[in-house]
């Protein structure tokens, strides 16, 4: 007959443990930021935990005698193995320095545990065929990503001690020390240190006034110029389309102009040098109209595990997203995925820019300029958001003023890490993309 093997403890650290705090009561506000019940695997370890704690939490100090009171009263000290047990905790303690070390292997043993019950849980589940792979590994990740968590150290640090590693950081390099991935606009770049790891940046604006091409802008500064992996989730513009437009950009040739391949020799060669440099480029599309939220999260870390330097990821854009879930209203749905952008972010290690539509009420406003308010149904959205800036281009609302043509307006509503304010740059219509407004001349001009 098979014999089920024990499940991962260690019996000898677990009573390392309560014998180090038997010695050394004050440790437990030490301990128990690491320690859960759940944690200890033998019931009477995790009934003398309890005890401690109670005794600590009634203000009194943990040792033999408060121990078989407070045992005793609760009819627990048999359960434990009597006060022979009880005092014969620390006989064997190696050493009370290294109490830490003891704490660490419980835990480990902990995760353990878990890990083997949530990959039973997953085999499970993956032998049926009731629910799709994809919701699977979704929800792998989410067992690993909570185990993880558990697994880490809780670790305080003095406020002294970090500004003293921030100085040498700043002495080591300071042009790049708390700096994240730069625009290719220098003006915008100015407000602040860039779009940093973790961070949740929203670029709004009504239809029309190219903000995905901002967006593909800022994706081809960091894939071409800088050569960091970046990947675009389109769900709405085709893949085609978004080539037309990187092409446009890249080759400075009028998107008309390659659609109907109306291209001069010279233009030619230019669309094959932009084309030689975009598969160069690490940057990655992804068009998926009716994306949900988990599907969206399972391929943005599969893009992670293929390239583990992946620098940004763009989502165009955060309204068409769904959660996949019964919500109550759209505007609870909408506060839902932000704040989950905002989470994988962080989980990612890599600044997200999400791309959001704009109410209509604006343009009934006699300044069309817009505001957080106007953020389309949620705004949880400027909430959770590290920055926000709208694209605003004064010339669709104003056709006829000449001194309008070609500007367009970056403003930067909301900025948590750098300043707000407007940044000007140049809309370059024919290949719906935009330029530093370095020369007046410059405004609205249409590339050869």
Request: some cysteine.
């Amino acid at each position: 007959m098979r014999r089920h093997k024990a499940l991962p403890h260690s019996e000898e650290a677990e009573r390392a443990v309560l014998g180090a705090l038997l010695l050394e009561p004050l440790r437990i506000a030490q301990v128990r930021t690491r320690l859960e019940l759940r944690d200890w695997h033998i019931e009477r370890h995790c009934l003398l935990y309890q005890a401690f704690l109670d005794v600590a939490d009634a203000g009194s100090t943990p040792d033999l005698l408060t121990l078989q009171a407070h045992l005793q009263q609760a009819g627990k000290l048999d359960e434990i193995g009597g006060m022979g047990y009880l005092a014969t905790l620390d006989v064997d303690l190696p050493d009370v320095s290294r109490l830490d070390e003891y704490v660490a292997i419980v835990k480990e043993r902990s995760v353990r545990r878990d890990l083997i019950m949530e990959a039973q849980l997953t085999l499970l589940a993956a032998t049926s065929t009731a629910r799709p792979v994809h919701e699977l590994l979704v929800d792998l990740r989410a067992s690993a990503d909570k185990l993880l968590g558990r697994a880490a150290r809780t670790h305080w640090e003095t406020a002294g001690a970090v500004l003293e590693q921030l100085l040498e950081i700043l002495e080591e390099d300071r042009s790049k020390a708390l700096c994240g991935l730069t625009s290719g606009f220098p003006a915008w770049d100015q407000l602040g240190p860039g779009f940093l790891p973790g961070g949740l940046y929203v670029i709004a604006g009504r239809p029309g006034m190219g903000k995905t091409s901002l967006a593909l802008d800022l994706t081809r500064h960091v894939a071409v110029e800088l050569k960091r992996p970046v990947g675009v989730f389109s769900l709405e513009m085709r893949a085609d389309e978004i080539g037309v437009k990187l092409g446009s950009a890249e080759a400075d040739i009028a998107s008309w102009q390659i659609r109907n391949c109306h291209l001069s020799n010279q233009q030619w060669q230019d669309l094959f040098a932009a084309t030689r440099r975009m598969m160069a480029a690490p940057l990655f599309l992804d068009y998926s109209p009716g994306l949900a939220l988990r599907d969206l999260e399972a391929r943005a870390w599969w893009l992670k595990a293929q390239h583990p330097d992946l620098a940004l990821l763009v989502v165009d854009y955060l309204q068409l997203l769904t959660t996949g879930l019964r919500v109550e209203n759209r505007r609870l749905e909408i506060a839902l995925i932000a704040r989950r952008l905002k989470e994988l972010a962080g989980e990612l290690g890599l600044p997200l820019i999400a791309l959001s539509q704009l109410n209509r009420e604006l343009t009934r406003r006699s300044d069309p300029r817009p505001l957080l308010s106007d953020l389309a149904e949620s705004d949880a959205i400027g909430q959770h958001a590290d920055q926000v800036a709208f694209v605003h281009r004064p010339e669709v609302f104003e056709p006829d003023s000449e001194g309008l043509r070609g500007l367009a307006e970056i403003i930067v509503a909301k900025h948590r890490h750098g300043e707000t304010g407007k940044v000007e740059l140049i809309w370059i219509g024919a290949t719906t993309s935009f330029r530093s407004r370095s020369t007046p001349e410059q405004m609205g001009a249409e590339p050869t």
